[in-house]
């Protein structure tokens, strides 16, 4: 067996393997968008108030409020402007703190993977085009 044999079989091998791993990251990062939607940044008022504190933001064309728990005030640093995110498809619901980096993070690594398998298909056919 040629060099140029061994490398091609190598980065074939390696380019499946990266490519289902990618198909494997990439479908679950977008079953998680699907299953938990898309959060859209905002700023929220938190006001305090005698009988609780209220957080108020605009989203979609419209003002929304709720109240907040006891923990969610205590971990509010900056009431009169807090960075807050509400999810698309639900105006109404409101996170004060970033969405999770899983989802990012798993995305991420899948297009890591898919350019590792197209390098390798790519590694892979040169040798066989000059042989």
Same mark, same amino acid.
């Given at each position: 067996?040629?060099? @140029?044999?061994?490398? @091609?079989? /190598?980065?074939? /091998?390696? =380019?499946?393997?990266?490519? %289902? %791993? ?6 679950? $990062?977008?079953?998680?968008? /699907?299953?938990? %939607? ?13 009988? %609780? ?8 064309? $419209? ?6 728990? @006891? ?8 009431? !009169? !402007? ?19 980096? =899983? ?5 991420? /690594? ?9 390098? $390798? =298909? ?8 000059? @042989?």
């Amino acid at each position: 067996m040629e060099a @140029s044999e061994v490398v @091609s079989v /190598v980065a074939e /091998v390696i =380019g499946w393997t990266a490519l %289902g %791993g990618a198909l494997a990251f990439l479908l679950l $990062a977008l079953l998680i968008r /699907v299953a938990d %939607g898309r959060w859209l940044r905002t700023e929220a008022v938190v006001v305090d108030q005698e009988h %609780g504190s209220t957080v108020r933001w605009f989203a979609e064309g $419209a003002f929304h409020q709720r109240r907040l728990s @006891s923990d969610e005030r205590a971990h509010v640093l900056r009431p !009169e !402007e807090e960075p807050a995110y509400y999810k698309e498809r639900e105006p109404d619901r409101l996170r004060l703190h970033d969405p999770p980096a =899983g989802r990012r993070i798993i995305r991420t /690594v899948g297009f890591v993977l898919l350019a590792i398998a197209f390098v $390798a =298909g790519a590694v892979g056919t040169v040798p066989l085009l000059f @042989s």
